[in-house]
Every structure is written in structure tokens, then in C-alpha cells.
Nanobody, 127 residues
Framework: QVPLVESGGGLVQAGGSLRLSCSAS????????MGWFRQAPGKEREFVAA????????YYADFVKGRFTISRDNAENTVCLQMSSLKPEDTAVYYCAWKRYGYYHIVYRNQHEYDYWGQGTQVTVSS
């Protein structure tokens, strides 16, 4: 198992921003597709955003388009999710995921396509 670690979660008021980061101890993200998912209480885990191994392609769930941005920094070995204009319904545990094998420019939206997961970071948006 690859230890993925998410950070940056917390409590924020509606309309605020947070920046989530994902890193892997001792491993490089270079050449691998990454994704962010979230799970709210009582709900199933859902796709939020994904970035291709090349970094050239990104994809977002409709409910975050225009508000969230996924990015990767291969030199720093991190994948980030910049979240703006947060809403109470964005409250959830956010998970970083790593896909071992895939096409270089393709993004992956299905959680079952990912091989490694972090423990998650809590994001709470108050109204």
C-alpha cells in the first residue's frame, strides 16, 4: 500500500476557500492519474475532480465546476484541490486517490479505477 496523506481540511464559512493537498511518502506521483472524491455523512462516496498523469487533462463533477480546481506539482510530489465559494453541501470527508496504470492523457472518474486511497480530510462548511 502507498501511504497517501491528505491535508488542508478544516472548518470554513460558506463562501470561503480551502486548499487540500495530497502527498505520498517515499513515492512519486509522476506519470500517474490522480483524483479527489468525497463522502458526506449518510451518503456514498462521489467523484469530485480528476487530473491525468500528464497534467494536461482535468475533469470536474458538475456541482464543483467553476469553484474547484485540481492541479499537480510533480516537482513537489503533490496534488492539490483548490476549493472556492464553498457551500454547506460541500461538507464531507475528502479523499485523494491514485491510479497505478492508465493512459497518460486520460482522466478517470470511477472510484473503482483507483488503486490507492488516503485516509481523508474533513471539510466542514458552515452556513
Amino acid at each position: 500500500q502507498v501511504p497517501l496523506v491528505e491535508s488542508g481540511g478544516g472548518l470554513v464559512q460558506a463562501g470561503g476557500s480551502l486548499r487540500l493537498s495530497c502527498s505520498a511518502s517515499g513515492r512519486s506521483f509522476n506519470g500517474y492519474a490522480m483524483g479527489w472524491f468525497r463522502q458526506a455523512p449518510g451518503k456514498e462516496r462521489e467523484f469530485v475532480a480528476a487530473i491525468s498523469a500528464s497534467g494536461s487533462s482535468t475533469y470536474y463533477a458538475d456541482f464543483v465546476k467553476g469553484r474547484f480546481t485540481i492541479s499537480r506539482d510533480n516537482a513537489e510530489n503533490t496534488v492539490c484541490l483548490q476549493m472556492s465559494s464553498l457551500k454547506p453541501e460541500d461538507t464531507a470527508v475528502y479523499y485523494c486517490a491514485w491510479k497505478r496504470y492508465g493512459y497518460y492523457h486520460i482522466v478517470y472518474r470511477n472510484q473503482h479505477e483507483y488503486d490507492y486511497w488516503g485516509q481523508g480530510t474533513q471539510v466542514t462548511v458552515s452556513s
